[in-house]
């Protein structure tokens, strides 16, 4: 009998090499769909915040006073939003509000945790109404 003519399988090496090819394989895979796992709850997260800070900010001067100063909230169980009203001062080069109109500067910040980091997310908008006028929520 010739050599090649009596192997008749794989040797032991040959085994543990391709399981361990296997498991390298299965580590990378493992590894790319929860790291694509953690990128659709952080994406949803921020389109969540995104649509409390949204609401926050509609919601000046139509249910919630457009006067200077802070107002917070919370929103489900894990979002915090922070509203922010200043006088708009506008920048150099900037034209001033027309005669008869105030401005004001809108921010909001709305805060949340996800796997142990702080996460924000800031929108800002500005503001417009007549001067003198009393607007009344609601």
């Known amino acids: 009998m010739r050599a090649d003519a009596r192997q008749q399988g794989f040797t032991l090496i040959e085994i543990l090499v391709a399981f361990m090819v296997l498991t390298l394989a299965l580590t990378v895979i493992f590894r790319i769909f929860s790291g694509g796992l953690r990128n659709v709850e952080l994406s949803s ?3 969540q915040a995104v649509l409390v800070a949204e609401s926050q900010l509609a919601a000046t001067g139509i249910t919630a006073p457009l006067e200077t100063g802070e107002s917070s909230g919370e929103w489900g169980e894990r ?3 922070q509203r922010i009203i200043e006088t708009y001062l506008p920048r150099d080069g900037e ?3 027309a005669g008869g109109i105030e401005g004001y500067r809108v921010t909001v910040n709305v805060d949340w945790e996800l796997s142990g980091q702080k996460r924000r997310l800031t ?3 500005i503001r417009l109404r ?3 006028s009393e ?4």
């Open 45 to 47: 997260n921020y389109t």
């Open 79 to 81: 979002f915090q939003w």
């Open 95 to 97: 034209k001033e509000p």
């Open 123 to 125: 929108l800002s908008s």
């Open 130 to 132: 007549k001067t003198g």
């Open 135 to 138: 607007e009344t929520p609601g």
